[in-house]
């Protein structure tokens, strides 16, 4: 991800524009996941996850438009797309058992803001951070990842050195390499697709 990129226009700039179909493609790719993440937090069990992730999607791309980052963060604005799209789409469903529905909307409808905002940054973090380190996969030798994984673990540099076999000066060196690539790629990928 180049600073080019985040300096020319955010992707939910970009897929504001309803003609910018490249830009809308890279927004499913980027919170579909997220999206179905949600989902399953929320307790929704139904077999046709993918036909809500596809209503919520169009919902998201129905609103964007009118999304106010000065009024909402963008994460908590998505969830409350996301939790109403949920209920109103659990409430329509006619084939699923009538017990199993209720379920789901006393869960929604008892799930106070705070709760499902709370939800959405922890989720949303755990989300970033997996991007991040897919990249840094994809950047790095697999001794470097497995001593920056081993080290968010809490695992000491000691320990780490003979799990892997490398000396403790070279555990350092590839641990802060990687977190400061890692720490970039966080910060890009924040740019992009919260602002």
């Known amino acids: 991800m ?49 036909d ?14 009118n999304y106010d980052k000065e009024k ?14 949920t209920y109103n789409y659990y409430r329509k469903q006619s084939n699923i058992a009538k017990r199993e529905k209720e379920g789901m909307a006393d869960f929604l409808e008892s799930m106070p803001e705070s709760d499902l905002d709370e939800l959405i940054e922890r989720e949303w973090k755990t989300y970033i951070s997996e ?11 697999g001794k470097a990842v497995e001593v920056f994984e081993l080290s968010l673990k809490g695992i000491s540099s000691e320990e780490i050195s003979e799990r892997v076999d490398l000396k403790k000066d070279s555990v350092y060196v590839l641990k802060n390499r990687v977190k400061k690539k890692f720490m970039e790629e966080v910060r890009a990928l924040v740019a992009e697709l919260e602002y």
């Not at 179909?21 to 999206?35: L, P, T």
């Open 131 to 141: 991007l991040a380190l897919k990249k840094m996969r994809e950047l790095f030798s």
């Open 72 to 85: 909402a963060s963008f994460r908590n604005w998505m969830g409350a797309v996301i939790r109403n799209t």
């Open 2 to 50: 180049s600073n080019d990129w985040v300096t020319r226009q955010t992707l939910l700039q970009r897929a504001k524009n309803p003609d910018d179909h490249q830009a809308w493609d890279e927004f499913i790719s980027y919170y579909e996941n997220f999206i179905q993440v949600l989902i399953y937090k929320m307790n929704y069990t139904g077999q046709d996850t993918d």
């Open 52 to 65: 809500l992730t596809q209503v919520i999607l169009v919902n998201l791309w129905k609103n964007l438009a």
